[in-house]
């Protein structure tokens, strides 16, 4: 099974609002095994449909630590109905190399969507869990981590890439 190439910030696609996956088929079931195949690959701890050029509202994730039975969670439409506290983490995110911002999220969300059956799901997240849910739903709204630093950090992070791309290096 191929791995998928993930699309790296600033490309454009990252920026779009993906759209709801409206049937559940096998393109989308393949899709979900490709895309946690290629966050398992990368290491990651979530991966959004958009990250691999598919703008349908679907993500992956699994925060288990890596010494324990893999534990994926394949969310279709998925939603923040309740959240509550905040909480602050280093975040990374693959679409954006070599960057790594503290950001303040909610502590604990409640989310609701559905899973490959298409039967409504909830999952309650509490620190990294509810981190990294908020932040892959982010991305189905084009929202990037890159978006919750200051302009000042994120104009760094454009020079560094801009001057890499100028000495061609391989973004
Ligand atoms: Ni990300």
Redesign the pocket.
Known sequence: MPVLEILKYPDRNLKKKSQPVDKIDQKIRQLVQDMAETMYATP?V???AP?VGHPFRLIVLDVTPANQPKNLIALINPEIVASEGECTWE??????PEFTEEVKRKKNVVVRGQNLDGETVEIVGNDLLSIVLQ??I??LDGI??IDHVSQLKRELYRRKLLKESKEGKDL
């Open positions: 990651g979530g991966l959004a990250q975040e990374g995110c693959l679409s954006i932040h892959e982010d991305h990037l981590l």
